[in-house]
């Protein structure tokens, strides 16, 4: 590991205004941060904590959602009865995710920008744009099982690995911002990852020195919440292929992960009547290698399963 420099903020604009030199990273739980930086992906000249920031509450909204700090570990998003009861998808995706030791690390903010699990990303002996770009893509035309078939490039075939984002895409969360100028922004998840295109080493549209202080979702939409992740074993795995469904009276919400350079989420797709139909609506244009095509089919029959259970649900209620 090379040397840096330590900070402590004890304020987000603080923290946001000492963010504003080259090489400078916020750190919290550090459960992926820490972890690139061993194996020299990362390279920063400062780190500045922020878990003195207070941002570790749920709170409600005036709008009737809530508001989930940017640092509220997962366990705790998890766990949270508001969460539970009106946000049960997003509750069912944390806990899929990673393993009780690291949730109890991992805040919101951290899980919603930690960088793909691409081996070849991880390989600092490999060629990769998003580590360092303009040296190519050791993916295309290496091992790709585990990649993206959904807004990959030419330069760029890794997947998004979160599964608390993929269930936020879902419920068209809202990132909060705070800039080194103090400047607020609202951006909806939608918006907030980028896809790969030229410049894959840049994820979310996030500005140098910009602090995440929350999320916030909608008011509840009630219905049915289901996660079905699958994946190579029963825990600590990434998905191969995941579905979020939030079903209600008023029409349907799908997102997938596992398969995308981002969370994937086609809203003209949802109001389709069958599985398959809304597979293709939502795979249109899918770029596959001959190891991964088997995303594909695998996430529509992992839909039809989530939507199956949905009309279990109801028909018991």
């Known amino acids: 590991m090379r040397a ?10 603080q923290a946001a205004a000492g963010a504003t030199g080259a090489g400078v990273k916020f750190i919290a739980g ?8 061993k194996l020299d992906i990362e390279r920063p000249s400062t780190l500045i904590d922020i878990n003195r920031l207070k941002l570790d509450r749920i709170e409600r909204t005036d709008e009737g959602g809530v508001r989930i700090g940017a640092l509220v570990r997962n366990t705790a998003l998890a766990a949270d009865s508001r969460i ?28 919603l920008l930690q960088r793909s699990r691409c081996p070849y990303f991880y390989d600092t002996t490999k060629p990769c744009n998003k580590r360092v770009p303009g040296s190519g893509c050791a993916a295309i035309g290496g091992f790709s099982r585990n990649l993206a078939v959904m807004g990959v490039s030419d330069a760029c075939i890794a997947q998004h690995p979160s599964d608390m984002a993929v269930a936020m895409r879902a419920l068209d969360a809202v990132v909060e911002t705070l800039g080194p100028d103090g400047t607020e922004r609202s951006i909806p998840i939608a918006d907030f990852h980028t896809l790969p295109g030229d410049t894959p080493h840049i994820e979310t549209v996030l500005k140098p020195g910009e602090l995440i202080t929350a999320v916030t979702l909608p008011k509840p939409l009630g219905g049915r919440h289901l996660y079905r992740k699958v994946r190579d074993r029963a825990s600590y795995a990434f998905a191969l292929v995941s579905v979020a469904l939030v079903e209600t009276a008023d029409g349907r919400r799908i997102a997938f992960g596992g398969i995308g350079a981002k969370p994937w989420r086609v809203e003209a797709a949802e109001a389709l009547d069958t599985p398959r139909a809304i597979a293709a609506a939502a795979f ?8 991964n095509a088997f995303k594909l089919p695998l996430a529509e029959r992992t839909l039809a399963a989530a939507l199956a259970e949905a009309s279990a649900q109801e028909r018991q209620a």
Do not use: H
């Open 30 to 37: 550090g459960t992926n941060l820490l972890d690139l930086m």
């Open 284 to 291: 249109a244009g899918a770029n596959t290698t001959s190891q």
């Open 84 to 111: 539970r009861s009106d946000y049960a998808v997003l509750s069912r995706a944390l806990l899929s995710g990673a393993s009780p030791q690291l949730r109890n690390k991992a805040t919101t903010a951290g899980n």
């Open 4 to 13: 840096f420099s330590y900070t402590r903020a004890t304020a987000p604009k």
